[in-house]
């Protein structure tokens, strides 16, 4: 089954602790991307990656780090967590982010609080 | 600067009655435009797209969306509308001017009443 998997879809941790959100696709899709989603704020990009090695700030990536080693993963790394970080965290890919027709898949969504 | 704009937080609608949920645009250039929807605790699905041609656009689940070009709008809607409907709906553009990223509505979550 075609699909895009995030690890953990929930977790607690405290201010300063690293962590790592995995996200895995299996379709081969060049592009992937990480979302955050909080209330009012709508969809708001972090990073995201047109192909292996090849990573690009979005809007809001200021705590954040990623990396595109491989093609099916993309995980995203909280150096040190901050309570301003707690929120609803997106995984989503494509076949393609530039001549391709946007239309994403999405993870099932990372919850994330930060004590 | 290219936004999109869901000028409502909330629809609410009578089962079997037709739907609409509002989005406008604002970017240089033809849009590329799109639909998702995200049902409870799950995340976002692709509904519909207009990149060119016929201004009514069929997609998924039994939704559609009109392209109005003067207006620039793109207006989601349904026939008769359905409780699993339910949902947090997001109009998103592709921002040409940003490496072809998508901007995104706020969202407009829809309540379907029996």
């Known amino acids: 089954e075609a699909q895009v998997t995030q690890n953990p879809r929930y977790l607690i941790t405290v201010t300063g602790k690293k962590l790592t959100v995995t996200c895995s696709q299996n379709?081969?899709?060049?592009?992937m991307s990480w979302y955050r989603q909080d209330p009012g704020l709508g969809l708001r990009q972090i990073y995201y990656?047109?192909?292996?090695?090849?990573?690009d700030k979005g809007d809001v990536p200021e705590g954040y780090k990623v990396s595109r080693k491989e093609k099916r993963n993309f995980p995203l790394i909280l150096e040190s967590p901050s309570p301003n970080q707690t929120s609803l965290y997106f995984c989503?890919?494509?076949?393609?982010?530039?001549?391709?027709?946007?239309?994403?898949?999405f993870g099932e969504g990372s919850r994330l609080t930060v004590l | 600067a290219q936004s999109v704009a869901q000028p409502e937080d909330q629809v609410n609608v009578a089962e079997g009655n037709p739907l609409t949920v509002k989005c406008t645009y604002s970017?240089?250039?033809?849009?590329?435009l799109f639909w998702y929807v995200q049902y409870p605790n799950r995340g976002l699905q692709f509904l519909l797209k207009?990149?060119?041609?016929d201004n009514l656009v069929k997609g998924s689940y039994g939704f559609e969306a009109e392209f109005n070009k003067s207006q620039t709008s793109f207006h989601l809607k349904k026939p008769s509308a359905l409780v699993s409907d339910s949902a947090l709906y997001f109009c998103?553009?592709?921002?040409?001017?940003?490496?072809?990223?998508?901007?995104w509505g706020a969202g407009t979550k829809l309540i379907i009443k029996p």
């Open positions: 989503a890919s494509s076949l393609r982010g530039r001549e391709g027709t946007g239309e994403l898949f």
């Open positions: 379709m081969n899709h060049e592009y």
């Open positions: 990656s047109m192909n292996v090695e090849v990573t």
């Open positions: 970017v240089s250039g033809n849009p590329y």
């Open positions: 207009y990149i060119t041609g």
């Open positions: 998103a553009v592709r921002d040409l001017n940003s490496n072809y990223q998508l901007i």
